[in-house]
């Protein structure tokens, strides 16, 4: 069985080693503003011209019908609409540099599926990332190996070829682009290894409408203090709230899962990765 998530993965790198899925018609969404009642005016006449005065109407930025100011000879009576607008308070996270992470971090993509295993390194440097995936071949015995550096420094993606020392360049976050993630705390807790990880759940929606159930393990301990949030390829999410994902799942509405957790973490120094003094742009 193919998994979905992994699907989205090879073909984003232009591998065409899996099936690919037929695309569903986008979903539009509409916002409508709110609409203004217009403003009505008391006619005056000579007779009446002493004893009663146009009836000034003025508006509110949060009502749908004007309020109005009268005035008369014992006098002036305003009427106001008064709004109240309550903002829920929301935690901001905060990068926490004392849990400061640089380094490899070794994952396994698995499914539903006990024969499909395949694997992700991730390279953690400061302000960017250098992803090596490797992809399993026609045969037992062939592996692919696909080598991507994002680098949030000037929004760039590069795909690097290692046998023939080039690399392409195009605009980071193309890939996948309207893929959006609604993920949420839900106030349990997991481990990943031997740390203690917070949970996330939500969904995944992509840019062709497919929803995908979703959850991700953030490390309590390994915080990526460079950027905030960052999703590979927009399908994969590498940080989350400054904090390092350890763990990450999808269920497809076919009930099809697809696994992505971390087994081996290796801190150190990762200037040398994306060193590419050696290499030609193309």
């Known amino acids: 069985m193919k998994r979905i998530l992994f699907l989205l993965l090879v073909c984003s790198i232009n591998v065409s080693l899996h099936a690919q899925k037929k695309s569903k018609g986008k979903q539009v969404d509409t ?22 005065k146009q009836v000034n109407t ?66 953690f440097g400061e302000n960017q990332f250098r992803v090596t995936m490797f992809i399993p071949g026609y045969r037992a015995d062939q592996i692919f190996e696909k080598n991507m550096i994002a680098n949030l420094n000037d929004s760039t993606f590069l795909e690097l070829d290692t046998k023939k020392m080039t690399y392409k360049t195009e605009k980071l976050g193309a890939r996948n682009a309207g893929t959006e993630f609604s993920l949420v705390p839900d106030k349990k807790t997991g481990k990943v290894m031997t740390f203690t990880c917070d949970e996330y759940k939500g969904e995944m929606t992509t840019k062709e409408g497919e929803v995908y159930e979703a959850a991700c393990l953030i490390s309590t301990q390994h915080s990526y203090i460079y950027n905030m949030d960052y999703n ?34 290796e801190p150190g120094n990762t200037a040398s990765w994306f060193d590419l003094s050696g290499y030609k742009a193309l």
Request: aromatic share 10%; proline share 5%; hydrophobic share 30%.
């Open 58 to 123: 003025n508006y509110d930025s949060l009502a749908t019908a004007p309020v109005t100011k009268k005035t008369s000879k014992k006098g002036k009576k305003d009427t106001k609409l008064t709004s109240v607008n309550y903002t829920p308070e929301i935690e901001i996270p905060v990068a926490d540099s004392s849990k400061k992470f640089t380094g490899i971090i070794k994952y396994r993509i698995t499914s539903d599926d006990p024969a499909d295993q395949d694997s992700v390194f991730i390279v």
């Open 232 to 265: 590979f390829l927009n399908i994969q999410p590498l940080v989350l709230g400054y904090k390092i994902v350890l763990g990450f799942r999808t269920k497809s509405a076919e009930n099809e899962n697809t696994y992505i957790m971390a087994y081996k973490i």
């Open 31 to 52: 916002n409508y503003d709110s609409l203004a009642t217009a403003p009505v005016t008391k006619k005056t006449s000579k007779k009446d011209d002493k004893k009663d």
